[in-house]
């Protein structure tokens, strides 16, 4: 783990779409007669001009290869370090520019992601940049853009069991992204992209019901009462407020936010964020809803001082008094404000560490 000071800027990095780009430019001009790059240039979205480094370059009778290790900066990011290669083939005369995914690049299998199914999981932005790229090489040597780009990541399949996926229903590997090409550090945008393709997943395959949970424990638990399939979860993580946002304005019909009693009492309290960089336990607030509930003073002075959430969950459960339920209620509650009206029927359900129910909200309108 890279240990960072406050006073020192993070590195950005790449995306994979704007790696594919840069391999796809250099095996372009390979495959029209001129020679690999040492430097790839390319043009972003908002109009930076990076260059890459090619790892990998090889040619043969009517296609071109490239290959440029992604940087994800100081980003986190499950795809830094893998190998992004684009292979580039003539097409047949008019076919224009035509996508496929090679070994380690996922295949879209179910509706309401930017693709339809059958198409490669190269989305719609990295396409336009290659298909720039490609057309403006072409024109300038006078070259049809009659092109076959094929992109692959020889880690791909195994990265991708670690992504959203195989739940999102792009089987194969993983997917070729980046709306500006430019990774932030801990911006965690890939992320919060999954969740909103997760929720467009559900919308567009009829799920009338989906569990939003923050971890692998509440995951497990919410799906276990709930009796829900593994393709109804929303691995919303630290991320509550951006998945309720984007439900403000795609809803599902019913949605179960699901998480552990410390993260859930951050969101009652009102954190949009539930990093503990981000957002914090209000113990003192913690302890007034055990006065609420009828708690001993003894005990409200002892989770005010009490070193973590789940020491002032266990002095609840002790003295038997409903501490969850009363999280979970004003969890939904905070939800249920952001959702703003949105037709979703919304419930909360808080567990302890090792995935016992400990506080449910009713299901009601939001």
């Known amino acids: ?55 990998l370059t090889e040619q043969g009778d009517g296609w071109a290869r490239a290959g440029v290790i992604k940087d994800a900066g100081d980003d986190p990011d499950v795809t830094h370090g893998a190998t992004i290669i684009a292979t580039l083939r003539r097409g047949i ?51 049809s853009a009659d092109i076959e780009i094929e992109i692959s990541v020889p880690t791909g399949d195994k990265l991708a069991h670690a992504t959203w996926n195989p739940r999102l229903g792009i089987l194969g590997g993983i997917s070729i992204l980046g709306t500006t090409g430019i990774v932030v550090p801990y911006s965690c945008s890939a992320w919060i992209h ?68 410390a993260k859930l009492s951050k969101l009652a309290r009102g954190a949009m964020d539930l990093h503990s960089k981000r957002s914090q336990v209000d113990l003192p607030w913690l302890a007034g809803h055990l006065r609420a509930l009828g708690a001993s003073e003894d005990i409200a002075t002892r ?12 002095l609840a459960l002790a003295a038997n008094l409903p501490l969850g339920n009363a999280i979970a209620a004003e969890a939904r509650k905070v939800a249920a404000d952001v959702l703003d009206g949105a037709p979703v029927q919304l419930d909360v359900l808080v567990f302890d560490r090792k995935g016992r129910l400990v506080g449910a909200s009713h299901a009601t309108p939001a």
């Open 194 to 261: 999954s969740i909103q393709r997760g929720i467009d997943v559900a919308r567009a395959t009829g799920l009338p019901h989906v569990v939003a949970s923050v971890g692998n424990t509440s995951e497990k638990a919410a799906l276990a009462l709930t009796g829900l399939p593994l393709e109804a979860v929303i691995d919303m993580g630290d991320f509550v407020g951006g998945m309720l946002k984007y439900l403000r304005r795609h809803p599902v019909e019913r949605v179960t936010i699901a998480g552990g009693f």
């Open 303 to 314: 989770a005010e001082a009490a070193n973590t959430a789940l020491e002032v969950l266990e």
């Open 93 to 143: 005369p008019g076919s224009g520019i035509v996508f496929r995914a090679g070994f380690g690049v996922g295949t879209v299998t179910k509706p309401g992601l930017p693709l339809p199914p059958g198409e490669p999981a190269i989305n719609p932005v990295p396409r336009r940049l290659m298909s720039a790229e490609v057309v403006e090489i072409a024109n300038q040597l006078g070259q």
């Open 1 to 55: 783990m890279n240990d960072f000071t406050d006073d020192k800027p993070l590195r950005s990095g790449w995306t994979t779409g704007a790696c594919a780009t840069a391999a796809a430019k250099a095996a372009c001009m390979a495959l029209f007669g001129e020679k690999f790059p040492e430097q790839v240039i390319i043009t972003l979205p908002r109009g930076e001009t990076p260059s890459f480094t090619l790892t």
